[in-house]
């Protein structure tokens, strides 16, 4: 999750080992994919989820939270460093969605 154009898509290509796109796709509401790899004889799968739209949508992120889900999901606050002057107070927005997606789930 993180602002608008900040490199969330970027970033889950990179993850997934996908060559950079001349021209990304802007991502709508909550899109899904997934990586798969194989290491010492062991299949590994991340789900990823990410989440389009910036603060607008900033309610989907308890989607994919649930009670069995929760200890294994990770949270990636992605900042756009070339907007020094917003990343704390970006920051500061999705630590306090993420926090209370967490506690709507546990009530």
Do not use: C
Request: no cysteine; glycine share 6%; aromatic share 10%.
């Amino acid at each position: 999750m993180g602002e608008k154009g900040s490199g969330k898509s970027s970033l889950i290509n990179l993850l997934k080992g996908v060559q950079k796109e001349e021209s990304a796709k802007p991502t709508y509401a909550m899109e899904y994919s997934f990586a798969k790899r194989t290491t010492h004889n062991r299949k590994e799968v991340v789900h990823m989820y990410e989440l389009g739209g910036g603060r607008q949508l900033a309610d989907l992120v308890a989607t994919p939270l649930t009670r069995e889900s929760y200890k294994y999901i990770v949270y990636v606050i992605v900042v756009d460093l070339s907007k020094p002057s917003t990343l704390m107070e970006s920051l500061h927005f999705w630590i306090n969605t993420i926090r209370d997606a967490v506690k709507l789930s546990f009530n």
